[in-house]
């Protein structure tokens, strides 16, 4: 009996019941906040606490940005499980969002629509009004996720003239300014995105330098999502959910590319020796890395070939260590990628060495 109260409590003190107007971000990290009997604090745009103690350790996080656009991101380890229980609102936002690190379960539309994030997974979601949304934290585990909160009456002004070439499906939920519809699509994203989640967490500006900073990176977030919409909707039937060791395989055959540059498996066989169906691999890599398998073999050995330029090594040397036999399409490349020549740019960095000494 005495166990049954323990545990009854213990998932008591684990379960945060938050409402706040218009899912203002201020007011979600403040509520979190005297919930667990700690102290937020605000610069500029931006509302934090930091985790101490039972808590657990780090950051989390909400900025306010122009035109309705809101950021939540949690960057912690918690001690316990959490269960942050929205209650019924009659304005929820349309929420895009990004799963870095850990896993993490979203419940919405009471309970009617159950999923959850791993790693490089992201979500498009929209909860009818007056409707209950529970999002799970997993705890003892390191967790990196982010949530952009779009207030749709307010955000409308901003694209509006862009909603008629929307797919009709994300336009339709972009005007859906009273919420009587729920909406849910679940994704992959590039590690592209997950880096620019990273620098966020990363930067050490203040005030407005850091918030404004912020919001580029978030609407930038929000723009590769809409597009990843729009990219599956063109590929029907063929859209590749990735599964976790979907991802480990795929990043251990980057590990294999970049670690024979010079003379890199064929694409065949490389899927071979990564455990994954060719089909799989290429548009996998793509969306993991953001690049088909080429382009990103092209530019990994471009930047090789650049440091080894620094190395003093010549520009025929440089080429043949990374691959390219034919130095005229080498050169062409390099011209491509960083806009000068292999000579040109071999001779400024003579004429800066020379300078130096």
Not at 141 to 156: G, Q
Not at 266 to 277: D, F, H, Q
């Amino acid at each position: 009996m005495n166990n049954s109260i323990s545990s009854k409590k213990e998932n008591q003190e684990n379960t945060m019941r938050l409402r706040f107007s218009d899912y203002h971000p201020h007011s979600f990290v403040k509520q979190l906040a005297k919930q667990l009997q700690n102290n937020s604090e605000q610069d500029c745009l931006e509302q934090f606490i930091e985790l101490t103690g039972k808590q657990g350790s780090g950051k989390i996080t909400g900025f306010m940005f122009s035109d309705g656009v809101a950021f939540l991101l949690f960057d912690c380890i918690l001690n316990k499980d959490w269960e942050l229980r929205f209650v019924k609102n009659s304005n929820p936002p349309l929420q895009f969002n990004f799963d870095i690190e850990g896993e993490i379960w979203h419940n919405f539309n009471d309970d009617m629509i159950r999923y959850h994030l791993n790693p490089l997974q992201g979500s498009i979601t929209a909860c009818p009004k007056n409707s209950e949304q529970v999002l799970k934290l997993p705890g003892k585990r390191k967790i990196l996720f982010a949530s952009l909160l779009i207030d749709r009456s307010k955000y409308i002004d901003k694209i509006e003239c862009m909603i008629d070439k929307m797919p009709p499906a994300l336009s339709e939920i972009f005007t859906d300014f009273k919420a009587k519809k729920s909406f849910f699509y679940q994704g992959n994203y590039s590690i592209t995105a997950a880096k620019c989640i990273k620098k966020i967490t990363n930067d050490e500006h203040v005030g407005l330098v850091r918030s404004t900073n912020i919001e580029g990176k978030a609407l930038a977030l929000l723009s590769r999502q809409v597009r990843q919409f729009q990219d599956d909707l063109l590929r029907p039937g063929k859209q590749v959910m990735l599964r976790k060791y979907d991802i480990e395989k795929i990043k251990y055959a980057r590990d294999i590319l970049v670690k024979d540059i010079k003379n890199p498996p064929t694409i065949k066989l490389l899927a071979k020796k990564a455990g994954v169906n060719q089909q799989k691999l290429k548009s996998g890599f793509k969306t993991i890395f953001d690049k088909t398998i080429n382009q990103y073999l092209t530019e990994k050995r471009l930047e090789l070939a650049a440091i080894l330029l620094l190395k003093e090594l010549s520009i025929k040397e440089a080429a043949v260590e990374v691959g390219y036999a034919n130095f005229g399409y080498f050169s062409k490349k390099f011209k491509n990628k960083y806009g000068v020549l292999p000579k040109e740019y071999l001779k400024s960095i003579q004429l800066r060495i020379s300078e130096s000494n």
